[in-house]
């Protein structure tokens, strides 16, 4: 089975919403959307659906050009972040509902509900109403409709948003085993890079209705092909800095400059941007040829483990990383440092020059 997408499109009242896309999803694969919210994930997931009819290109399920077929036509299965039950049926008869509006006999619907239900830890739970469930369960349970039909196609929009987080963590590493068994293609929807790298599959970064790159997300992860798709894959989103190579010197900030090493004394002289993670921007040097930069401390935000810091650089705004709790004064300077070999480097167009070595040897 193959879902296909070619040059498809759509605008509403003038405004465009997915700019023309064109995108393959293998049978039995895990397909992240990732980007931040109005990027159009849901609007693209809309369109594979069926429940929206795009404004150019075409739609091909297996092949078959599906273009403006009824969702109530397809295997089709959708399941979003308000996740919905019949509270007056029992979780058993949920699960059962889709298979009985396609005219299913009562043996199947038995065999199918008891194997999605073994499935999806619902078992012991089948003769209980939705509201006496716990979130997650409740959740599973619209999962379990969605799965019972043995759709083609699975779409899940930000199915775990509204748990906590001990929930998501729990459904986090259930899902992709959920997924592998029932052989589907499935779409999932997020806004969190980390939620997609433990997912894994495959990943299409999205940005202001456009797919900037799509491949298997350690890929597109470790090397992403521009910059708005680094700053889409990155949470907090990456830093950016622009630089000139000149010799073998990389010139930087007011009037600052660095041996250039590594990858950097590589690359042409000419002007640059370069990207780099939050989490590989330091307090203390670790490295002999670290970049070094004075910076000024704007906020900092405490995780229990961890501190994120909010920094200024000559008119750049950085978020720093940095493990621990650290006692630093707010507005006063901040000296950080910079392994080289964590460092992407961008044309001014934004396109990808030079994957960070630490990508490269992954």
């Not at 379990?144 to 929009?157: E, H, I, M, P």
């Not at 470790?222 to 949470?235: E, I, Y």
């Not at 939050?278 to 002999?288: A, Q, S, Y």
């Not at 630093?328 to 994957?355: C, Q, S, T």
Request: proline share 5%; net charge negative.
């Amino acid at each position: 089975m193959t879902l296909e997408l070619r040059g498809v499109s759509k605008t509403v009242e003038g405004q465009t919403h997915i700019y023309p896309t064109d995108l393959t999803l293998e049978n039995g694969t895990m397909n992240v959307l990732l980007g931040p919210t109005l990027s159009g994930k849901t609007s693209l997931m809309r369109l594979m659906a069926g429940l929206d009819v795009p404004s150019s290109g075409r739609i091909f399920w297996n092949g078959a050009d599906v273009t403006g077929r009824r969702v109530q036509d397809r295997k089709v299965a959708m399941v979003y972040q308000q996740f919905i039950n019949y509270p007056s049926m029992s979780v058993y008869d949920n699960i059962a509902s889709p298979m009985k509006l396609l005219g299913a006999d009562k043996a199947e619907i038995d065999a199918r509900v008891r194997e999605t239900a073994e499935l999806m830890k619902l078992t012991p739970m089948l003769g209980r109403k939705p509201l006496e469930l716990s979130g997650g369960q409740q959740q599973r349970c619209a999962l379990a409709r969605a799965l019972v039909k043995n759709a083609g196609l699975v779409l899940l929009d930000e199915p775990l948003a509204n748990l906590d987080y001990k929930l998501r963590e729990e459904l986090r590493v259930e899902i992709p085993k959920i997924f592998e068994a029932s052989g589907s293609i499935f779409v999932y929807a997020t806004t969190e890079p980390e939620e997609a790298l433990l997912l894994g599959g495959n990943t299409a970064t999205l940005w202001e209705g456009r797919v900037t790159q799509f491949g298997t997300t350690p890929a597109v992860y470790r090397q992403p092909l521009d910059a708005t798709t680094a700053r889409v894959f990155s949470d907090p989103p990456m830093n950016f800095l622009q630089i000139s190579k000149t010799g073998n010197r990389i010139m930087f900030g007011a009037g600052q400059s660095a041996a250039a090493t590594g990858k950097l004394s590589e690359l042409a002289d000419g002007r640059y941007m370069a990207g780099f993670r939050p989490n590989h921007l330091e307090i203390v040097k670790h490295t002999p040829d670290a970049l070094e930069f004075t910076t000024t401390l704007n906020v900092t935000e405490l995780t229990g483990s961890e501190t994120f810091v909010h920094l200024q650089h000559h008119g750049e705004r950085w978020v720093g990383l940095v493990h621990g709790v650290h006692d630093l004064a707010l507005g006063e300077e901040l000296r950080v440092w910079l392994d080289p070999r964590h460092v992407y480097i961008f044309g001014e167009n934004g396109k990808l020059v030079a994957p960070a070595a630490y990508a490269l040897a992954a």
